[in-house]
């Protein structure tokens, strides 16, 4: 009795001291690994649509048809480059919730990591993943649908309890913020939740899930009626992501090789790890390695690019350190699977790069300054004020343009400029695909050309005269919509590189077929003249849909990329698109001026796909669009 008594206060000291233990190494973690070096966001067209997440976010945009975007309306908590101080409120929300991220990701590692290795290591492992893995939401929904796969029957606790509700709730604020990742964290939830054989489980992630995307719906200003076009045109915008903007490097093929290594190791390490579980768990720790190494693939893999491919790789370092093989000998390898990783990122990015990540003490310190920002509303209107003096400077918008718009509604093209909205204070109304080149699919294009001819068109455009993106050409991007434009809006004035346009009576008839042509890929077709001097000359470009290999290229990678020449001259298209008329000609006194002209004015084209294959054939429709003399704007 006297023993047992003793052996109480030794107990409770004992988890008291694990607990302490314990909540160190998460603190540890979270701070010598804290992923954002700068909240001041940058100026250009790689911020401009953070900037218009801040903004949309502030003034309560309504997403589902009035925007579509691969960010829904709690994107702003996690954008690409990580929390930005535009507006003090938002910027708080974002940076707590990249802290809470975090701190969740931390535990869930250390907890993961515990299981095969002691608290040192465990540590030391889990620093180097998070600061190394880009993606923390995705990651963390990764860690906890393994951990509960993993959970043993007997498992207790409320951690245990609360992983359902906590993976219910992440899925549905992704849901709302990065579309892919909130897809991508539904289907492995989905898989988790299978391997788990347990009701309850899935009715608690069910219901945090709905309640979490509820509330962030009505918290950001939306509306019930906008929950189905929300999810019937993000679908759209996510499936035709990869044919309007993949775009591969030759410079990085090798890359291929080292995923499909890696790839395989992974799902090797969850045989090993599974091996002696049943049946369904080892179902379950395969197919999530299957949706989580297939879905970061798509997205690295998609554009090719430095950024994407660190997204890839850096991210398939959770595999190999949450699913520890029981063999030391295969433990080995997966370590192995580690090193490819780190020499992968070395070689993509630079050591300079990986190595300033890997520096605790630069870490620690920006988490603590953006603390200090944080709390003190002095720093945050320095930051403010510095910020919109660089965004006056970069962009060099008149004051007397500004002036003209007072306040009417605006859109910017053919970037959102959502940045440049917020210094000036201006009431933007933006493409539902907030900018022209997202209108990937034919139902993009008619939802942005539809908006532009209804009464919530914006009053005025302005149009900045820059290099588009990958060699497109304006008319092209969102080509309905762009005709839209020249139908709907006159031209008002033209100050440097920015042009003001005023919303118009359309001027614009009905369009009548003028000509019919079949060509093969690269074969030259001469554009017809108009039957009459006052109408526009469009093409309506089909031809062979993706099959066979070809078809499980698109859908594994992406699809070939299609291209239009115009006298010779070779520009990128958006093959979707093409078919929705692409405007070559415009009458003289139709068009707008100068360097805003819209019509190329060809007198012949050639259309294919890179690598084509051998006698593919396209179908050309020349249209005839009868356009009227510019009205004055509508005041």
């Known amino acids: 009795m006297e023993g047992a008594t003793v052996q109480r206060p030794l107990a409770r000291t004992r988890e008291r001291l694990s607990i302490a233990i314990g909540a160190l190494s998460v603190a540890t973690v979270a701070v010598v690994a804290w992923p954002i070096r700068s909240i001041q966001p940058a100026v250009g067209i790689d911020w401009d649509?953070?900037?218009?997440?801040?903004?949309?976010?502030?003034?309560?945009?309504?997403?589902?048809?009035?925007?579509?975007?691969?960010?829904?309306?709690?994107?702003?908590?996690?954008?690409?480059?990580?929390?930005?101080?535009?507006?003090?409120?938002?910027?708080?929300?974002?940076?707590?919730?990249?802290?809470?991220?975090?701190?969740?990701?931390?535990?869930?590692?250390?907890?993961?990591?515990?299981r095969w290795l002691p608290v040192p290591a465990a540590v030391l492992v889990a620093a180097f993943v998070v600061v190394l893995a880009p993606d923390h939401v995705v990651a963390l929904g990764f860690v906890w649908c393994v951990l509960l796969v993993t959970r043993d029957g007997d498992t207790a606790g409320r951690f245990a309890m609360a992983l359902p509700l906590a993976l219910g709730a992440l899925v549905g604020v992704s849901l709302l913020g990065k579309l892919n990742q909130g897809f991508e964290l539904l289907l492995l939830a989905g898989v988790a939740l299978v391997g788990s054989g347990r009701r309850r489980d899935a009715l608690a992630c069910g219901c945090a899930l709905l309640a979490a995307a509820a509330i962030g719906w009505v918290a950001t200003g939306q509306q019930l009626a906008d929950v189905w076009p929300y999810v019937r045109d993000s679908v759209r915008f996510v499936a035709g992501y990869a044919g309007g903007m993949g775009n591969g490097q030759t410079r990085y093929d090798w890359t291929y090789i080292a995923a499909l290594g890696l790839s395989l190791l992974a799902l090797a390490g969850a045989v090993w790890h599974s091996r002696r579980a049943p049946g369904s768990?080892?179902?379950?720790?395969?197919?999530?390695?299957?949706?989580?190494?297939?879905?970061?693939?798509?997205?690295?893999?998609?554009?090719?690019?430095?950024?994407?491919?660190?997204?890839?790789?850096?991210?398939?370092?959770?595999?190999?350190?949450?699913?520890?093989?029981?063999?030391?000998?295969?433990?080995?390898?997966?370590?192995?699977?580690?090193?490819?990783?780190?020499?992968?990122?070395?070689?993509?990015?630079?050591?300079?790069v990986v190595t300033s990540r890997l520096d605790p003490y630069a870490n620690a310190a920006a988490a603590v300054d953006q603390l200090r920002t944080l709390a003190s509303p002095g720093r945050r209107e320095e930051f403010n004020a510095g910020l919109r003096q660089s965004i006056a400077e970069t962009w060099q918008i008149q004051p007397q343009m500004i002036a003209a718009l007072g306040r009417r509604t605006v859109m910017f093209l053919p970037y959102m400029l959502g940045d440049v909205?917020?210094?000036?204070?201006?009431r933007l109304r933006p493409l539902p695909t907030l900018e022209a080149y997202a209108a990937f699919t034919p139902a993009l294009d008619r939802l942005d050309a539809r908006m532009l001819a209804s009464a919530r068109a914006p009053e005025r455009v302005l149009r900045v005269h820059t290099e588009l993106i990958e060699g497109h050409v304006a008319a092209f991007e969102g080509p309905m919509a762009m005709t839209a434009i020249l139908c709907n809006y006159h031209e008002i004035a033209v100050e440097g590189q920015w042009e003001l346009l005023g919303r118009a009576p359309n001027r614009c008839g009905a369009p009548r077929v003028l000509k019919t042509a079949e060509a093969r890929s690269g074969a030259v077709v001469p554009v017809p003249a108009a039957r009459r001097p006052d109408a526009l000359v469009l093409v309506?470009?089909?031809?062979?849909?993706?099959?066979?290999?070809?078809?499980?290229?698109?859908?594994?990678?992406?699809?070939?990329?299609?291209?239009?020449?115009?006298?010779?001259?070779?520009?990128?298209?958006?093959?979707?698109?093409?078919?929705?008329?692409?405007?070559?000609?415009?009458?003289?006194?139709?068009?707008?001026?100068?360097?805003?002209?819209?019509?190329?004015?060809?007198?012949?084209?050639?259309?294919?796909?890179?690598?084509?294959?051998?006698?593919?054939?396209?179908?050309?429709?020349?249209?005839?669009?009868?356009?009227?003399?510019?009205?004055?704007?509508?005041?």
């Open 421 to 426: 909205a917020w210094a000036y204070d201006l």
């Open 49 to 114: 649509w953070v900037g218009g997440l801040y903004y949309a976010a502030e003034h309560s945009l309504r997403f589902g048809d009035r925007i579509v975007w691969s960010y829904g309306p709690l994107g702003f908590l996690n954008p690409w480059f990580g929390p930005a101080l535009y507006t003090s409120g938002l910027f708080a929300l974002s940076w707590l919730f990249a802290a809470l991220v975090q701190v969740l990701l931390a535990a869930s590692l250390l907890t993961a990591l515990r």
């Open 281 to 352: 768990q080892r179902r379950a720790l395969f197919g999530l390695v299957v949706v989580y190494a297939g879905l970061a693939f798509k997205e690295g893999f998609v554009r090719q690019d430095q950024a994407h491919l660190y997204s890839f790789f850096g991210d398939m370092l959770l595999p190999f350190v949450v699913l520890a093989a029981p063999v030391l000998r295969q433990r080995l390898v997966q370590l192995g699977g580690v090193a490819v990783v780190v020499a992968v990122l070395v070689a993509i990015l630079g050591h300079e």
């Open 540 to 635: 309506r470009v089909t031809g062979s849909s993706a099959h066979g290999l070809e078809a499980l290229r698109s859908l594994l990678v992406r699809p070939r990329q299609s291209w239009i020449e115009l006298d010779g001259q070779r520009y990128s298209v958006v093959g979707a698109t093409a078919a929705d008329g692409l405007l070559l000609r415009a009458p003289p006194g139709a068009d707008f001026t100068g360097a805003f002209a819209l019509a190329s004015n060809p007198s012949h084209i050639a259309y294919g796909h890179d690598g084509g294959q051998p006698g593919e054939q396209f179908r050309f429709v020349f249209l005839e669009i009868p356009i009227g003399s510019a009205a004055e704007p509508v005041r």
